[in-house]
Nanobody, 125 residues
Framework: QLQPVESGGGLVRPGGSLRLSCAASRGTFNYYSIAWFRQAPGKEREGVSC????????KYGVSVKGRFTISRDNAKNTIYLQMNSLKPEDTGVYYC??????????????????WGQGTQVTVSS
């Protein structure tokens, strides 16, 4: 069974950058669309970004558009989220999730059946 594993979280100052990675500890991501979600304390999980299985379609949440970039390297079975100009409101646990949806991706948690355990991102001075 497909198992995403996130890494790359940490503590960063406002304005800084982090790159998150999502690798498959079991199975391959090649035929799955992949999304990043985040959840701050006391808030619902929200979609950050997603990428289609072939990489040709990407989507971003309004709050991160222009600052975050999602990419995938199918040869390495890894998806990346480059996060620049980080703000305190970006703080939360970031989750990687996989969906068998072909050709496109959705930022809707109900579309994703495979989830990682999450990685903490804290933006604070």
């Amino acid at each position: 069974q497909l198992q995403p594993v996130e890494s790359g979280g940490g503590l960063v100052r406002p304005g800084g950058s982090l790159r998150l990675s999502c690798a498959a500890s079991r199975g391959t991501f090649n035929y799955y669309s992949i999304a990043w979600f985040r959840q701050a304390p006391g808030k619902e999980r929200e979609g950050v970004s997603c990428v289609s299985s072939g990489g040709g379609s990407t989507k971003y949440g309004v709050s991160v558009k222009g600052r975050f970039t999602i990419s995938r390297d199918n040869a390495k079975n890894t998806i990346y989220l480059q996060m620049n100009s980080l703000k305190p409101e970006d703080t939360g646990v970031y989750y990687c999730a996989a969906s068998p949806r072909p050709y496109s991706c959705l930022m809707d948690t109900s579309d994703y059946g495979y989830w990682g355990q999450g990685t903490q991102v804290t933006v604070s001075s």
